[in-house]
Structure formats: C-alpha cells, structure tokens
C-alpha cells in the first residue's frame, strides 16, 4: 500500500493523557540544517571511527550508574557534518541548535549556549553523562518543556551540559534512537522516556516513529532536511517506503540495526556479505568492515590521500566508477557514482584538493563478523527516506527526487 501522510501532532496538548485531543490531519515539518565544522573538517574519518568504537563498546557493555566521583578521560575527536534541529526549552523558551541521532537517545543541551532555568524547569537531582566517541558530555538531568516545532512536550528529561567536548558549533543533541540506551546514563541508573516515547504517552502523535529526510548539498550549512514526527511525508520519496524488521543481532540490535550486504557494479562483484549493521544519522560516512573496505579500494582503485583521511580517485577512474547496491531485505538500492564522492565544490574545506575526486565509503576499523559492521551514515541517508518505526521496530527506505542526483 502507498505510504501515507499520518496524524503528526495533537492542537490540544495537555499533562494528563486521559483527557481528549484534537490530532491534525496534516503533517509539520521541521526544518532540518546541514552544517559543516570547518575546525574539525580533516577528522572525519577519524570521527566516524571513534563514534562507530564507541557504539559497539557502549552495547556490549554492561550499563554502570554515573559516579560524580569518577574522572573524565576519554580521547574525542571532534566531527565535520552534522544535521541540526531548532529546539526549545523552557518557559519562555531558549532556542537551541541541537544535532540529530538515531544513534543516542538521550537529548541535552548546553554545549554552546547555557542551560536556562525557567518556571517550567525540574532538577530530577540525577546527574547524567554520555560518550559518545567522538564527544562526550557530563551535567545535571532536569525536567521541562520541550518544543520541537509544533510538537510541545512537557515533562521531558533533558541533560543540561556543565562540561562538554566534541560538540563545536552546536549546543547539544536530540537523541532519537532506542530508550534503552539511555538506561545507567543517568545516577539513577533507570531508562529515560525518549522525545518519541512522551510524545506518544501525551497523545500529541498517533505512531511512534520518525521519518528522516536529508538531501545533497555542496554548501557549508544549508536548512534542507526535515523531521516529521508520528509519520512520513509523501512529498519527501517516491515509490513505496519498504520496511524491514530490526535487526536481531547484537550489538547493532541495540540500535537502529538492519541486516544488508552489498556489492559494486553490474558484474554484483561481493563486497560485504550479509551482516548486521546500523542506520545513523550522527555518523557523516558510508563506514564498512576492513575487510570490505579492502574489496572496495580494489574495485575502485582508490588511493588513500593523507590529507582527507579518504580515498582519492582519478578522474578517470570516476568516469569508470559504478553503482554500489545495498541489499536490504527483498529490496537493492542503488548508490550511484555521484553519491559515492564527496561534494567537490567543498573539497577544500576538508583539506583535498579543489579538482579532486574523494570518496566517501570508509574503514570502519574492523574486520566482519563483530554484530555491527556498517553504518549507513548521513552521506547514505541523504539519498534515501528513512523511517525509524519505534513501535514495531522496523527500518523503513524508499527512494528520493536526490537518489540519482549528480549535485556532488
């Protein structure tokens, strides 16, 4: 059946869930940025790597309650593209830029701008901190008003940063992904109820899910995506949105994890086996096994450029480059040439040459076999729909007007 534009958001919104609401018939959108961080532009790679170390370790690992006592010492490395959100907190409302994640799920600010304590606002006592790889947070849990568009939450668990690294340029992040990862984030060592989770609970959204759209841009910073909240919007892909079920190994399980495998070329030359893995959006690259990765240099001959920390190829050897073909499910999407590189016009931003041709499948720093070998990252999604179906833990894609774009 054609995917739909579903009830996104209540006009009646109240702290007691038994009492009626008017939900709209049409969808909000909210505007979603592109941003580029010029001062951490030649770690990329790196970044990715870190994030993708640190998501495997944090799902392994048994979750331990936040000690105020316990030092902070963890290596970061600071990331280059991010996608970010106008959020509010508080009553009257202080304006925040925080960063999409489908691979966190707890939402905090005060990375760039403070905190502000309003009339609405309720320290929990709880103290909170996150790692995420490439950052990492630490501060006070507090309850309070949330708006997100039209969507106003109240009561929402919120982190309020006293210390923060890795997070330049924005203020914090909205974390989309399972609850479970929040569980032992904060002194209290219990889970925190996700923006997706009350947004449910207050009745301001028939369906717990969220469709992401991005698209490709060969700006610095560029408001072209968007969230939609409790449903997908019909305007954002074309086809039939094709959903597939989480994965059940772990640890991508513990995330927005799928099973896929991909290949290059018309000749299907194998270049991932069947494996688990994740979609993120906090993570800006397409990052495979080592061994993959090895089978993708070979196909296309890139040359690791020292400068970027990613494959450079010739032109002609991009005049000569063909599709990758995610398998996912019954369905293969196909990752054309131009979605494979870095955009050109921002070559120089990252430290590469202007006329040169780099490429953005990446090393994710370990061979297959370890339950989360891929991560389907920005550069991915900005070329397909994606839907994260909280409730009936499912990932769903379907393709875009920008799947075959060449804007790169």
């Known amino acids: 059946m054609p995917a739909r534009l579903l009830p996104i958001f209540a006009l009646a919104v109240s702290a007691v869930v038994a009492k009626p609401v008017v939900v709209r018939d049409s969808p909000i959108t909210l505007p979603v940025a592109r941003r580029f961080n010029a001062t951490a532009a030649a770690n990329i790679v790196k970044a990715d790597q870190a994030r993708a170390q640190a998501l495997k370790q944090k799902a392994l690992a048994k979750h331990a ?3 105020a006592a316990s030092p ?3 290596p970061v490395t600071n990331g280059a593209v991010t996608y970010t959100v106008s959020v509010g ?3 009257p409302a202080t304006t925040y830029d925080l960063i999409v994640d489908t691979g966190s799920s707890n939402t905090w600010v005060g990375a760039g701008k403070e ?5 609405t606002s309720v320290d929990t006592g709880d103290e909170v901190e996150v790692s995420y790889g490439s950052g990492i947070f630490f501060g006070e849990e507090f309850l309070d008003t949330v708006t997100i568009g039209d969507l106003v939450l109240k009561n929402q668990s919120i982190g309020a940063s006293e210390f923060a ?7 914090g992040i909205l974390g989309l992904g399972p609850v479970d990862l929040t569980e032992g984030t904060t002194s209290s060592g219990s889970q925190i109820p996700t923006v997706l989770d009350n947004a449910l609970a207050q009745g301001l959204i028939s369906d717990e899910l969220v469709g992401i759209s991005f698209q490709p841009t060969t700006s610095l910073s560029d408001t072209n995506g968007v969230l939609t909240f409790g449903g997908t919007d019909s305007s954002k892909f074309t086809g039939e949105i094709a959903y597939v079920p989480v994965t059940s190994t772990s640890p991508a399980s513990n995330y927005v994890g799928i099973d896929q495998s991909i290949t290059y070329g018309s000749a299907g030359t194998p270049i991932l086996s069947a494996t688990a893995g994740i979609t993120d959006t906090g993570t800006t690259l397409v990052l495979i096994a080592s061994d993959a990765f090895s089978a993708y240099q070979e196909a296309t001959g890139g040359v690791p450029d020292d400068n970027t920390g990613l494959l450079k190829i010739t032109a002609d050897q991009f005049s000569n480059l063909e ?4 398998h996912i499910g019954d369905n293969t999407y196909e990752f054309t040439p131009n979605a494979q590189i870095w955009p050109r016009a921002l070559n120089t931003a990252i430290g590469g040459d202007a006329d040169g041709v780099y490429l953005i499948v990446a090393d994710i720093g370990s061979n297959s076999g370890e339950g989360l070998d891929f991560i389907d990252g920005l550069t991915f999604l900005e070329r397909f729909y994606n839907v994260w179906d909280v409730a009936n833990a499912r990932v769903g894609f379907a393709t875009t007007p920008f799947t075959d774009a060449t804007t790169n």
Do not use: A, R
Not at 115 to 119: A, H, I, K, L, N
Not at 165 to 171: E, L
Not at 323 to 326: E, G, H, P, Q
């Open 65 to 67: 309650k936040v000690d």
């Open 72 to 74: 902070i010492n963890v």
């Open 89 to 91: 907190v508080g009553n």
């Open 115 to 119: 905190y502000v304590q309003t009339s």
């Open 165 to 171: 690294i890795g997070f330049d340029g924005v203020d």
């Open 323 to 326: 599709s990758l073909f995610f």
